[in-house]
């Protein structure tokens, strides 16, 4: 018996480290990238617990989460685009991080606008995964060609404006600046909203309840790109652009344009031969600022695997997950390590760095509904403001997105 107990406690040993290890689920919207799947696959090779990865459509996410959710099949844990964290922390389908997240050591140097759009009343339901920022870019070659200083970015919009008109002069099919005017309510949110920020206004009010478009600052954003438009220094094909043509600057064509972080990688990559710079967003006042876009990590309230999915998400802050990140291109969530994992990688990813520390995400439970939405107030504002009737277009935006907030509440 004696020999019995000692051979079934070996035997238990030996399979207690298997019996210990956890397999996180979580999702992921698709096109998430390779900079968290290379995460990933290092976390899993070197560590007992393991992360599966479900890619969803990126369209569908949201509503296949709370589906899961309300039937009892959510995933551990989820990488959701910071905007909609409000809305599910507001009906209590998350985690409440609060606690841990505030022991960790490097807290306050995660991306401020993250963490804002992942506390709800004081409590912090998501956490920085991945971080985008939105830039001012120009190409070199065109500005030496029309005789600018390649090496100078400009600072206000008169410059870009002035800027624009030597780069059209260059031949007809050369233009100074563009943007996707047709209607995307998230590309303009991403590259245009900056304009007012950095000013010191908004498009609503810091707990969203109150539309705020109507402004000075806003009306002066709008005349600097309808008066480039009345120029002919934007393409005719960006008042129709639903975003498909979002990098334009590809081209070697466009002179200047406001991008996402993110491009810095693509164009380096797919366009070597393109010779570009890149600068933080001047407001109208000439302040910088920037959209904090990307993802929160999220977990799905009541998951019996909260040690591992703290674990994992500690090792994606780590030194090591943060230079995994940043290789494939995403910018580091943590600003005390942001010098250390950027070093050796292309010195205009700092800029995308330094947009952090200026940018802002609206706060709304309302967010599709007002901005992403194709049919939503602010696709169809920035249309109609820059391209239209500018007056009517502030007097109906003003008054359809009060309406949305109100009819929320």
Known sequence: MRKLLATTTLAAMLIAPAAWADTIQMWVRSGIGDSFKETVKAFNAGHKDKVELTEVPQGELVQKYATAIAGGQAPDALSMDLIYTPSFAASG??????????????????????????????????????????????????????????????KTWEEITANAEKIRALGKDIYGFYFSGGGCGGCMIFTFTPLVWGAGADILSADGKKATLDTPEMHKAVEYYRNMVKKDLVPAGAESDNGANFLSIQSGKIGQQTLGAFAIGTLITQNPELNFGVTLIPSVDGKASSFAGGDNFVVTKGTKKIDAVKGFLEYVYSLEGQKIMAKYGSLPTRGDLADQVLAGLDPRLKVGVDAIAVAKTPYTLQFNDLINSANGPWAAFTHAAIFGDEKKAFADAQAQMQQIIDDAQ
């Open 93 to 154: 389908q998350l985690e409440d991080l609060t606690s841990w997240a505030q022991s960790l050591p490097y807290f306050k140097s995660l991306s401020p606008s993250h963490v804002r759009l992942g506390t709800y009343k004081d409590h912090i339901y998501g956490l920085p995964l991945s971080v985008e920022t939105s830039i001012f870019a120009w190409n070199k070659d065109l500005y030496k060609k029309a005789g600018l200083d390649p090496d100078k970015a400009p």
